[in-house]
Each structure stands twice: as structure tokens, then as C-alpha cells.
């Protein structure tokens, strides 16, 4: 990406990681349960929608 500075990395990047593959929730069908976080969100944040997103690096 030219003319983009990118961001440090968070010192926890590393647990971070390892703990979003630990819960074994990526690439899997919905649930109702991530519906109810995300129509949270949006009630606090006093917006129609939310999303949540779970953040992986890139596959070089």
C-alpha cells in the first residue's frame, strides 16, 4: 500500500492471535449469540447496525 504508514504492533499481537484461534469461532456458520453481541453494540452505540470484526493478519 503506497503513501500508508502502518501501525505498530500491540505488545500482546502474539496472545492476541493465539487466543482468537483458540476459540475456534472463525469461518463457522452463524449464531444467534454473535447476533445478540453485535445488536448490543448497536444499542449502546445508538446506531440501526453494528459489526464486529475478528481480525486476522493477511496470508502472504
Do not use: W
Not at 456458520?29 to 444499542?43: T, V
Amino acid at each position: 500500500m503506497y503513501g500508508m504508514k502502518q501501525p505498530p504492533l500491540p505488545e500482546n499481537e502474539v496472545a492476541r492471535l493465539e487466543a482468537l484461534v483458540g476459540y475456534e469461532i472463525l469461518d463457522t456458520p452463524e449464531e444467534a449469540e454473535f447476533d445478540d453481541i453485535a445488536r448490543i453494540a448497536a444499542c449502546i452505540c445508538q446506531t440501526p447496525i453494528a459489526l464486529i470484526s475478528l481480525i486476522l493478519p493477511p496470508i502472504l
